[in-house]
């Protein structure tokens, strides 16, 4: 720019640019997620899992599907269709159910609902890990509550995917930087202003002194400059008036 920007003018205009990124980015985010879901949806596609439809293979070799249930909840008329997730036996008998995370139609709707409280509880952790003994062999940590900011232990997987799991935004805004990036070669100002009555007097006072001084130089030499001409112009006119003898 021509000209520096003031510090409260820089921070403002900032603020108002990360505001505008983090709400042109968050929106381009979730209505490309908006579409996915919607498309899925609308055309009803079949999950990997069989988890939204149940397909049979009747003896006249046709294949027909009837929708799953989840609980009174029919995929046919919603995919957001879900409960908590059970843990099963190898009898189908339900042993534990995991809190806050859910199972249903399509897998990204069950997610969305869930919520990660069960894994800030090292007895959950445990419980599950007990039924999963030969897969998980690991040693899981749990989450540190205390390290929440925007969001809580039962926010949900939508409420994150909402703010880009993205709990705080630190916007450093360094005004140095930019006035050394931007320092200019010379800065110039102008103001105006009303002369006091003591101003106009001193300035008066000024101009007479000034102009007295400029006479008493001037004004000598001038009137030795007129003497001289009177002078001499006596002196031609004696040296040529006629003599006259009787």
């Known amino acids: 720019s021509a000209s520096v920007t003031p510090l409260q003018v820089f921070q403002s205009q900032t603020q108002a640019f990360v505001s505008q990124f983090k709400s042109s980015i968050t929106h381009d985010f979730l209505l490309s997620l908006s579409t996915i879901r919607t498309t899925t949806q609308s055309n009803n596609l079949l999950a990997a899992q069989f988890s939204n439809c149940n397909l049979y293979t009747r003896s006249n070799n046709y294949v027909t599907s009837s929708p799953e249930l989840y609980g009174n909840c029919s995929c046919a ?6 409960y908590q997730s059970p843990i099963y036996d190898s009898s189908d008998n339900a042993l534990f159910t995991v809190p806050g995370i859910y199972i249903g139609c399509y897998i990204i709707e069950a997610l969305l609902r869930s919520n990660l409280q069960c894994f800030y509880n090292v007895t959950c952790i445990n419980q599950i890990q007990s039924y999963f003994t030969y897969y998980l062999s690991m040693n899981l940590t749990t989450l ?4 929440l900011v925007g969001f809580h232990m039962n926010s949900t997987i939508q409420n994150l995917v ?7 935004w630190n916007n450093a805004t360094i005004y140095d930087g930019y006035y050394n990036e931007c320092q200019p070669s010379k800065c110039s100002y102008s103001y105006e202003t009303r002369n006091g009555f003591i101003i106009i007097i001193t300035t008066v006072i000024g101009l007479v002194g000034g102009l007295i001084t400029v006479l008493k130089l001037i004004v000598p030499r001038a009137v030795r400059l007129v ?3 009177i002078r001499r112009c006596t002196v031609h006119r004696n040296a040529v008036s006629p003599f006259i003898q009787a």
């Open 162 to 168: 909402d703010e880009l799991m993205v709990e705080e």
């Open 77 to 82: 008329s919603s995919a957001a269709c879900s």
């Open 144 to 147: 540190d509550a205390s390290l």
């Open 227 to 229: 003497m001289f001409c």
